[in-house]
């Protein structure tokens, strides 16, 4: 069975640091790529950034680009966010998802991150 | 950058055939896929590629997707089926969301 499961968030002031993991099993972890998507309290899904199966491609949408940073180990099958000068806008459940032909297949249950003073 | 549309709402009556809509400009040159997301849970892929389901879901969901309008149809409507929708699409190496639609089944 494919499972994805976040951990790492917590409640973190203004300019603060935190680092997600997204742990996978139930698949060959290296042959996809993993993405991190978030969704602030009752409002859409907006995607975050996304890493290849080997690290080598990676993207970030604007608004966190020079402040969060992905990678991967693929020999323990974990995909991390760092993310770094945090401001309230980044308050959000953040999701890791399997890139399946360019859609989201598998999601985990999300990781809870308040930027709060 | 690339923006999809999405109405805040649509209500169908249990039985009927609801269509939630996705516009964005030469929608039909992207590829189109579609989550339902219920409350408290992670989204679910219900549609990938314009108008393919993954398996477990329901044959009763199918998509469509010319000129600027994709659209997730649901036939035969649940209360079920009620849940936001979201559609995606990759734009220039990124990924867009629409804003999301809540279906009402009533």
């Known amino acids: 069975e494919v499972q994805l499961v976040e951990s790492g968030g917590a409640v973190v002031q203004p300019g603060g640091s935190l680092r997600l993991s997204c742990a996978a099993s139930?698949?060959?972890?290296?042959?996809?790529?993993i993405n991190w998507v978030r969704q602030t309290p009752g409002k859409g899904l907006e995607w975050v950034a996304l890493i290849n199966w080997d690290g080598t491609s990676i993207q970030y949408r604007d608004s966190v680009k020079g402040r969060f940073i992905i990678s991967r180990d693929n020999s323990r099958n974990v995909v991390f966010l760092q993310m770094n000068g945090l401001s309230t806008e980044d308050t959000a459940l953040y999701y890791c998802?399997?890139?399946?032909?360019?859609?989201?297949?598998?999601w985990g249950q999300g990781t809870q991150v308040t930027v709060s003073s | 950058s690339y923006e999809l549309t999405q109405p805040l709402s649509v209500s169908v009556a249990p039985g009927q055939t609801a269509r939630i809509p996705c516009g964005g400009d030469n929608i039909e040159n992207k590829n189109v896929y579609w989550y339902q997301q219920k409350p408290g849970q992670a989204p679910v892929m219900v549609i990938y590629r314009d108008n393919n389901r993954p398996s477990g879901i329901p044959e009763r969901f199918s998509g469509s997707n010319s000129g600027n309008t994709a659209t997730v149809i649901i036939s035969r409507a649940q209360v079920d089926d009620e849940g936001d929708y979201y559609c995606q699409v990759w734009d220039s190496g990124t990924v867009v969301f629409g804003g999301g639609t809540k279906l009402t089944v009533l």
């Open positions: 139930g698949f060959r972890f290296d042959d996809y790529t």
């Open positions: 998802a399997r890139d399946e032909d360019s859609g989201y297949d598998h």
